[in-house]
């Protein structure tokens, strides 16, 4: 098989089952996934009470403490680089929230309640309009190099902090906010259905930042905000286009644009929740993602192009919407195992690209995904 760029992109993360009554237009009843297709073998987790997840408990715990210290390194809410060559204020901000979050805690109570209720401040305050220049456009600046892609990552974040603590004064900042957030979002679609950087209708999209916009969108539909319907159908249709006939998912609409192992995971994780459980589209992306992990087991280079994390989220998130529960079940055991022998002795994954802040969220994010707290996780 020929080998992938890992591109980095957030992989559209299941609706909460209160939305689904709300999504029918793009939504519908999950239908048996022909299984025939992949063979995966069977493989139990372990039991709530076994000792890999105790391990994997005290790594994800140690991993919300890392963060926590960081974060109180800053004033505002926000996360340091911590080594990383790049840096993106806004996003690291929301899946740090995400990742306190998903150990239970709420903006206004548990244990990382403090830290949760600071992330979330700083993302609202990047949303008055004085930083990004316009009010619900969530970024350091008008400039932002990271753009709609951290304004994804923002509003998901923001959904879920509401969808826990829906009361109280942050709540309805958070409630007041949204609906600006996602005409952001609604107004910046180009006329491929896709998204970019900037907050423009312009001619440039591609598929990282458009699997972003949808799962935000879908997140604030839970909340009961508006959301435009022909602005959905729109991004899945541009999704479904950025398909390659072998089933893996492209960079973009152009045939020669590069595919990827985590793109594929977003694509494919995408369909699931637009209601596609089933279909020619499906099928071709569960194979070359099975076949693809599968190659990855028996010896080929795991991180395509320094971008583990990411990935493994990816495909996480995909797998675990999948109907056919073996799948995440025989690949999650493995994976888990990889990830405890990576974790640092401060309690962070390293990232030299985006720096350990964002590697921790996305590690502790997946060791989560099996305790089902935080909204965006439930099938």
């Known amino acids: 098989m020929v080998s992938r760029r890992v591109l980095l992109a957030l992989a559209t993360l299941a609706l909460p089952s209160a939305a689904l009554a709300r999504a029918r237009d793009v939504q519908g009843p999950a239908p048996e996934v022909p299984r025939e297709r992949v063979q995966a073998p069977v493989q139990q987790p372990g039991s709530p009470t076994s000792p890999r997840d105790d391990e994997a408990r005290r790594a994800f715990l140690r991993g919300l403490d890392y963060l926590a210290a960081q974060q109180a390194s800053h004033q505002d809410g926000s996360f340091p680089r911590a080594g990383g060559a790049q840096?993106?204020?806004?996003?690291?901000?929301?899946?740090?929230?995400?990742?306190?979050?998903?150990?239970?805690?709420?903006?206004?109570?548990?244990?990382?309640?403090?830290?949760?209720?600071?992330?979330?401040?700083?993302?609202?305050?990047?949303?008055?309009?004085?930083?990004?220049?316009?009010?619900?456009?969530?970024?350091?600046?008008?400039?932002?190099?990271?753009?709609?892609?951290?304004?994804g990552y923002a509003v998901l974040a923001l959904c879920n902090a509401f969808t826990l603590s829906p009361l109280g004064e942050r709540g309805k900042r958070i409630a007041a906010l949204l609906p600006e957030s996602i005409g952001v979002i609604e107004r910046s679609q180009t006329s491929e259905g896709g998204w970019f950087y900037f907050p423009t209708a312009g001619l440039e999209h591609e598929n990282s930042v458009t699997v972003v916009q949808l799962q935000a969108m879908r997140a604030a539909r839970n909340c009961g905000v508006k959301v435009n319907a022909s602005v959905v159908a729109k991004a899945v249709d541009y999704i479904r286009r950025c398909q390659s006939e072998d089933g893996s998912f492209r960079y973009g609409l152009d045939r020669t644009s590069k595919s990827s192992l985590a793109l594929t995971a977003a694509g494919l994780a995408t369909l699931q929740n637009a209601g596609r459980y089933d279909g020619p589209e499906v099928e071709r992306a569960v194979r070359e993602l099975w076949a693809e992990i599968m190659e990855r087991e028996r010896g080929a280079e795991r991180a395509d192009s320094g971008f583990p994390h990411y990935e493994r989220l990816y495909v996480a998130l995909a797998?675990?919407?999948?109907?056919?529960?073996?799948?995440?079940?025989?690949?999650?055991?493995?994976?888990?195992?990889?990830?405890?022998?990576?974790?640092?002795?401060?309690?962070?994954?390293?990232?030299?690209?985006?720096?350990?802040?964002?590697?921790?969220?996305?590690?502790?994010?997946?060791?989560?995904?099996?305790?089902?707290l935080l909204p965006l996780f439930e099938r």
């Open 87 to 151: 840096h993106a204020p806004v996003a690291l901000a929301a899946l740090g929230a995400l990742a306190f979050m998903a150990e239970g805690s709420t903006p206004s109570r548990g244990r990382y309640g403090r830290e949760v209720a600071l992330a979330v401040d700083y993302l609202l305050a990047r949303a008055d309009g004085q930083t990004s220049g316009a009010r619900g456009y969530i970024a350091v600046s008008v400039d932002d190099k990271w753009g709609m892609h951290a304004h």
């Open 319 to 372: 797998l675990w919407t999948h109907s056919d529960r073996r799948l995440f079940e025989r690949w999650f055991e493995l994976e888990r195992a990889h990830v405890l022998k990576e974790q640092r002795a401060d309690g962070s994954w390293q990232d030299e690209q985006f720096g350990n802040c964002l590697a921790t969220s996305m590690n502790c994010l997946f060791l989560s995904i099996n305790d089902g």
